[in-house]
T-cell receptor
Framework: SQQGEEDPQALSIQEGENATMNCSYK?????LQWYRQNSGRGLVHLIL???NEREKHSGRLRVTLDTSKKSSSLLITASRAADTASYFC???????????WGAGTKLIIKP | GAGVSQTPSNKVTEKGKYVELRCDPISGHTALYWYRQSLGQGPEFLIY????????DSGLPNDRFFAVRPEGSVSTLKIQRTERGDSAVYLCASSLRGGTPTGELFFGEGSRLTVL
């Protein structure tokens, strides 16, 4: 079963604009991760945020976590055509070895 | 190798046949995971190995699915009597230490299985 839900399901923006994707989850967590997947390829880890952190940055990526609302957001600033991909959030579910994933946001950057 | 390697990249088989999918993790990574991804969905957990042992196989859908990692490195996912519903991309991932909570995973490119 999937714990996370990404919102929106699809997002199309112009190159140079900022892209924001949201993720909601259901159970308590130790950490939340964001991954990128190019079409037909494997998943690439972007960033991990722990449950006691509220915000984390990595290059053009900014992730926030609100454990009271069980939600996270991923912001990509100054988007590029190469950012076109699907973006997934994954949570550890609190107590086991599984990562539980949402269905992803498909991001299209128009040149 | 530098990354997680999965073979074959594509496998087409007929209903009822036996299939093996292979994963070669990053050298030195003790933890290995198998996930399954259907079109338009996120990955679904199948099984987790810590070293040679399956520490969590709760995601295997039924007893037609089995996985091994005999020497703590390469793993093979085995599917018996394949069904059309088994069609998906099978993803392998590894991490340096494993354990809980699960941290950053390094994924292979996946093996796309199509059951006709």
């Amino acid at each position: 079963s999937q714990q996370g839900e990404e919102d929106p399901q699809a997002l199309s923006i112009q190159e140079g604009e900022n892209a924001t994707m949201n993720c909601s989850y259901k159970t308590s967590i130790n950490n939340l991760q964001w991954y990128r997947q190019n079409s037909g390829r494997g998943l690439v880890h972007l960033i991990l945020i722990r449950s006691n952190e509220r915000e984390k940055h990595s290059g053009r990526l900014r992730v926030t976590l609100d454990t009271s609302k069980k939600s996270s957001s991923l912001l990509i600033t100054a988007s590029r055509a190469a950012d076109t991909a699907s973006y997934f959030c994954a949570t550890d579910g609190g107590s086991n070895y599984q990562l539980i994933w949402g269905a992803g946001t498909k991001l299209i950057i128009k040149p | 190798g530098a990354g997680v390697s999965q073979t074959p990249s594509n496998k087409v088989t007929e209903k009822g046949k036996y299939v093996e999918l292979r994963c070669d993790p990053i050298s030195g990574h003790t933890a290995l995971y198998w996930y399954r991804q259907s079109l338009g969905q996120g990955p679904e957990f199948l099984i987790y190995f810590q070293g040679t042992g399956a520490a969590d196989d709760s995601g295997l859908p039924n007893d037609r699915f089995f996985a091994v990692r005999p020497e703590g490195s390469v793993s093979t996912l085995k599917i018996q009597r394949t069904e059309r519903g088994d069609s998906a991309v099978y993803l392998c991932a590894s991490s340096l230490r494993g354990g809980t909570p699960t941290g950053e995973l390094f994924f292979g490119e996946g093996s796309r299985l199509t059951v006709l």
